[in-house]
């Protein structure tokens, strides 16, 4: 008996190992590739890649980003590993315009397959996957096609209407916040602002978010903006192999 489950805690073990190990070298196959090439680099650690802080939100990507442009504003190229993807960072201006404009239509699919079967996963997934900034290929151009439009320089005037009155309600706040001398985190009252102006624009509706902070309207945009443990533990796990590589449950 003892033999027994000594043995099974071995095999546990040894299946353990084998996967940590497969894992392993799944992430850090690519950790190399910039530095091969050339191209100066954040390096990485397993298995975060270059930036440990944004899965763990100690720090917004957006300052990241920051500090890696400043610290190679004199390279053309960089580059920096999420988990063990290789991510080129393009810095000189002329080959942006050439990526963007002048060659875009050989840079159409800039987004990795991979982000997007992370991102086909529950409902809030499925909205940031409708995105026009990740959608690709045919899908993409449908939606610009129906986008383009809205944008035009009659419409943008008209919509300016809407964004002057919902200035007026963030006005009034920032009034009622002086009044008060109480502090406020001005992230959420530009998120409020942001808000209203999008809805008045797009859905032709105000959900007066500064007034009724408990509608749906703003609950449900609260949600899509929100990230729990639970939804941070779920996207790690699509970033394993398995979950990855789906053609194993549907074939």
């Known amino acids: 008996m003892f033999f027994e489950l000594a043995l099974l805690i071995f095999l ?15 992430i850090t196959k690519n950790f190399n590739r910039w530095e091969n090439l050339g191209v100066p680099c954040i390096k990485a650690t397993f298995p975060y890649g270059s930036h440990r ?10 300052d990241l980003t920051r500090e890696n442009y400043e610290k190679f504003k004199d390279e053309d190229f960089s580059g920096i590993y999420f988990f063990g ?29 991979n982000v997007n079967l992370i ?5 809030m997934d499925q909205v940031w996957a409708k995105m026009l900034t990740t959608l690709s290929g045919e899908e993409w151009k449908d939606v610009r ?28 706040e920032f009034g009622k916040h002086a ?23 797009a859905f032709g509706f105000n959900p007066r978010s500064f007034e009724a902070k408990s509608n749906i309207f703003v609950k ?10 639970w939804d941070n533990l ?9 979950f990855l590589d789906r053609s194993w449950c549907t074939s």
């Open 53 to 62: 802080e944004v899965l763990t939100h100690k720090r917004h990507l957006n």
């Open 220 to 229: 449900s945009a609260e949600r899509l903006f929100t990230n729990t443990r």
């Open 12 to 26: 546990l073990f040894l299946l353990t190992l084998l996967l940590f190990l497969s894992l392993y070298r799944y």
């Open 179 to 201: 009044v008060s001398g109480n502090e406020f985190e001005l992230k959420t009252e530009f998120g409020k602002f942001s808000l209203d102006s999008l809805a008045s624009c």
């Open 145 to 172: 096609s129906t986008f383009s439009p809205i944008f035009t320089s009659r419409h943008l005037r008209a919509m300016l209407k809407f964004i002057t009155e919902v200035g007026a309600s963030l006005k009034q």
């Open 119 to 123: 991102l086909d996963g529950g409902p």
């Open 85 to 113: 993807k290789p991510v080129l960072i393009v810095n000189n201006m002329e080959a942006i315009r050439s990526i963007l404009v002048k060659d875009f239509n050989s840079f159409v699919d800039r987004q990795d397959r």
């Open 234 to 242: 779920w996207g790690i796990s699509r970033l394993i192999p398995v």
